[in-house]
């Protein structure tokens, strides 16, 4: 089967706020000759954000979007979207909402990682909630973003086991493992 060469490559960028595990997978699976994207620009909506280290040691451009002092901090953003022609976007822990008019502009084309079986505990603190709700499962959605907080179309959902043993940060060690190995395939595979 003939291969994609580095042209026929989809542009993505990935926005983060943290760690940046997910990044950094994502980042390792797009050097592989058959995979279907390309990085070229990571957002971040900290400055200090540990991921950010991923894509410079990769010579990835990255922004820092200081959003505490600008007024529009996606005027840049977009700008630079548009400059790296970036067709679809990761977001992989980036903890602010991106507005209605950005969501709009890039409609269908968002996609984002939470770690738990939507519908199942939108919002933050979800190991918590399924370790305090004695749930036997918990696990991560792959979804669309739409105007409502983690509500879009689910395209990818992975189930994990909760263990007696668990707490909430094993559970999320767990479930960030899946994450970091599913995110990068399950990209991969819509992009056909
Ligand atoms: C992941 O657990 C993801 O589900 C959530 O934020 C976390 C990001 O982790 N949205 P990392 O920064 O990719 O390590």
Redesign the pocket.
């Known amino acids: 089967m003939k291969q994609l060469t580095g042209k026929t490559k989809n542009n993505i960028a990935v926005f ?9 997978s994502l980042i390792k699976y797009s050097k592989l000759k058959k995979s279907k994207f390309r990085i070229k620009l990571v957002v971040s909506s900290k400055k200090g954000a540990n ?1 950010l280290l991923h894509a410079k040691k990769n010579k990835i451009n990255y922004f820092v979007s200081n959003y505490k002092i600008k007024k529009n901090p996606e005027k840049k953003i977009l700008l630079l979207l548009k400059k790296e022609k970036v067709k679809i976007i990761c ?4 903890m602010k909402i991106l507005s209605p008019n950005f969501i709009n502009r890039f409609k269908g084309k968002i996609l ?4 738990s079986l939507l519908p199942k505990y939108k919002g933050l603190n979800t190991h918590e909630k399924a370790i305090n709700n004695r749930d036997k499962y918990s696990g ?1 959605t792959i979804h669309i973003v739409n105007k409502k907080l983690d509500s879009g179309k689910i395209v990818f959902q992975k189930k994990i086991k909760i263990f007696n043993s668990d707490n909430a940060k094993l559970l ?1 060690n767990k ?2 493992k899946q ?2 190995k599913y995110y990068p395939v399950v990209l991969d595979k819509l992009l056909n």
């Open positions: 983060i706020s943290g760690r940046g595990s997910n990044l950094k991921g977001l992989a822990g980036f984002n990682i939470h770690p991560f999320e479930i960030r994450e970091n």
